[in-house]
């Protein structure tokens, strides 16, 4: 049996969450160590079933997209949701994000609409961070930040043996990107393991304790307009599911599905299959 997918870890039980301090939740995160842990609360927006709080080992962040869906999948699972519901609202820090519940293990989440930076000039610093020189980047597209809900530097790569060798340096995350937006770096390529991707995808983030993600639902959105806006995906028609691979350098493959429905990049959606792993009792010192 082999694993795959990212993990999470979610405290559902807003009673006992209700007595948690942000240190004591920081801490929680740091221990399990997942790329993100969420916490549930009692819901203060009105029709948003449960309010969610998300942190990763190092900070708590309005909004991320494995986390989303993951979730979703708990409230099911612990009847928080009733059973027959196909579509809840739940309250982010970034607003109510709407999530639908498909067939066959699949959650999609709606995420806001996109926003679109200045282009990045300096493509051989953004290079450097991620391990990688000039060459290795796809002049014919460019370095850009894109958000629909969380901002990523969207970074085209030209091969796949080039993705694959991106080695992250910390410092040079808070040195080289220091006058961007972000420092949250999402590579791709439209080389890929299997025939029925359309990209192969690496996500950074050490300056939040995320040195690679083996799934980002929350970069999903951005590279899905992103491919979309520059037309990168070749014989692809807007509409169209966009199948990104992920995670298979650091040995938790991932699939998710970005779509991107309107003309004009006014939404996206973001899908995955989620599983149930373990249940325990979490023992706060």
Request: hydrophobic share 40%.
């Amino acid at each position: 049996m082999s694993f795959g997918g990212n993990q999470l870890d979610t405290y559902w039980d807003t009673n006992e969450n209700s007595s948690l301090t942000q240190d004591e939740m920081q801490g929680m995160a740091l221990e399990m160590n997942f790329s993100e842990s969420t916490f549930l609360f009692e819901p203060t927006t009105k029709d948003c079933i449960i309010k969610v709080r998300i942190f990763t080992p190092g900070v708590e962040i309005p909004f991320a997209g494995h986390p989303t869906l993951g979730t979703a999948f708990v409230m099911k699972h612990k009847q928080i949701l009733d059973s027959e519901k196909t579509t809840a609202w739940l309250q982010l820090g970034v607003g109510p994000i709407r999530v639908d519940f498909l067939e066959d293990d699949n959650i999609r989440m709606i995420q806001p609409n996109p926003t679109f930076e200045n282009p990045i000039d300096d493509f051989k610093r953004v290079a450097e961070a991620v391990g990688l020189t000039m060459n290795d980047i796809d002049m014919d597209y460019p370095i850009q930040i894109v958000s629909t809900g969380f901002p990523y530097i969207i970074v085209p790569i030209k091969t796949l043996s080039a993705l694959k060798k991106a080695e992250p340096v910390p410092s040079l995350f808070g040195t080289n990107l220091s006058n961007l937006t972000t420092k949250q770096v999402l590579i791709f390529c439209t080389e890929t393991n299997f025939p029925d991707s359309h990209v192969h995808a690496r996500m950074f983030a050490p300056e939040v304790g995320v040195v690679e993600d083996p799934a980002t639902g929350s970069a999903a959105g951005p590279l899905g307009v992103y491919l979309e806006k520059y037309k990168v995906l070749k014989n692809h028609k807007l509409g169209e599911p966009i199948n990104i691979e992920q995670g298979y350098e650091i040995k938790r493959p991932s699939k998710l599905v970005a779509r991107v429905p309107y003309e004009g990049l006014t939404e996206v959606h973001v899908s995955g299959k989620v599983r149930l792993v373990a249940e325990g009792t979490f023992y706060l010192p």
